[in-house]
């Protein structure tokens, strides 16, 4: 399976639920096998269930309505006067005559999303402005001879305490083996959990380990027996060192 390019730019919409349903799929596609892009959604969605606590709760003037529907109400002389600039006003004046309930309930979710969005920017800003050292980390694995094709990439969290293997284009194997994950540390192996593939070679792991897997200087993926061996048996299929 092939990675498609990072569709960083549609996140902050999927986040909101604004895409249109074939950039929906698109994006759902891409952050299922995409590590990077499927963290940085997590961030966009972690700021945008805090929006509805981002608009403080405020109670419109009583004469807010009628100053609203005066201001958009076409002139009795038969010329319409519009003023320049305010374009929220001709909006507010379509939603008015399509709806009159409507008008003013329109203009107060407007407003609630205009500042919601700058909320949301200013929270981004502030997690894109964590340094590096405080980021999630992510270390590439390479197929060897006995699985070419193959690619993975472990995920390590912020504080270094646990993190997701993520692996493509690995053969399918018998229901009697299983690949298992080896955590490397002056040359002794640490088992990090046991997984398989589906048809298409695409497979994941919550990675198990007994310490901070920063503190291991390699990584590496054997084909094993079904649940895993005490030690690397079989054929190496991915690794990788820091």
Aim: proline fraction near 7%; include cysteine.
């Amino acid at each position: 399976m092939t990675v498609e390019p990072h569709v960083t730019e549609l996140l902050p919409a999927y986040a909101l639920d604004c895409l249109d349903d074939e950039e929906l799929v698109q994006v759902a596609e891409h952050v299922a096998v995409c590590a990077e892009c499927r963290a940085e959604l997590r961030a966009y969605q972690a700021v945008t269930d805090q929006l509805a606590l981002a608009v403080p709760e405020t109670v419109p003037p009583a004469d807010l309505k009628y100053r609203l529907v005066e201001r958009i109400r076409p002139s009795r002389a038969g010329k319409v006067s519009r003023p320049r600039n305010l374009w929220w006003q001709q909006l507010v004046g379509v939603m008015q005559r399509s709806a009159p309930a409507w008008g003013l309930a329109g203009l107060v979710l407007i407003v609630a999303l205009a500042l919601s969005n700058v909320w949301l920017w200013q929270q981004l800003d502030r997690i894109r402005a964590v340094p590096e050292t405080q980021a999630m980390r992510t270390i590439a694995l390479t197929g060897t001879q006995a699985a070419p094709q193959a690619t993975g990439m472990l995920v390590i969290s912020a504080d270094g305490e646990h993190g997701t293997l993520i692996v493509d284009g690995l053969p399918p194997l018998d229901p009697a083996q299983q690949y298992q994950l080896w955590l490397i540390q002056d040359g002794q192996r640490t088992s990090g959990g046991v997984f398989s593939v589906n048809h298409e070679g695409y497979g994941s792991l919550w990675v198990l380990s007994p310490q901070p897997l920063e503190g291991y200087s390699a990584f590496g993926i054997t084909i094993e027996p079904a649940g895993g061996s005490p030690g690397p048996t079989g054929d190496k299929v991915l690794g990788s060192t820091l």
